[in-house]
């Protein structure tokens, strides 16, 4: 299956819109099975020239029981420490917000393995979001539209030094 790179952040940050830009057409066989919920979705996923089996961690925002912050935390361990390459979205839109200096402060320490994706940055919109996001402490960020298909060659380049 390649190497695992895990998509990680906040609910609306548009990571599962880059699970299925990356997933593409075979999305569909992950979307159709039925009557499961699981906690993370993977599928075979593509760039470029580079090949590997892509995590949405998407569960924990619907999962009850615990408190929304320590399932976050969970998750975010168990995608440092499951996968190669973890993708830390966030809205560029929405600016950097307190939920997303936790998720930063979990993964700064293992920032080595961490590409970070300022989402949403199609247009003027996302410049402040971006500019904020590199006080997060994880390095440049990438502008990035998963929704058009932005900031895809950059998100190579950056796939590509780990994978
Ligand atoms: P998730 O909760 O992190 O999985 O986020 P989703 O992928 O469900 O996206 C949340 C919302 O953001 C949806 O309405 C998407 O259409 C929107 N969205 C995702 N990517 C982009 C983007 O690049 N630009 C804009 N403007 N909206 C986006
Ligand atoms: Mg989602």
Redesign the pocket.
Known sequence: DGPRVAIVGR??VG???L?NRLVGRRRAIVDDTPGVTRDVREAPAQLGDLAFTLL?T?GW?TAGGEALEARMRRFTERAIDTAEVVLFLIDARAGVLPLDEAFAGWLRKRAGKVILVANKCEGRAGQQGLAEAHGLGLGEPIPFSAEHGEGLSDLHEALARYI
């Open positions: 609910p609306n990571k599962s819109t699970f949405d998407a925002e």
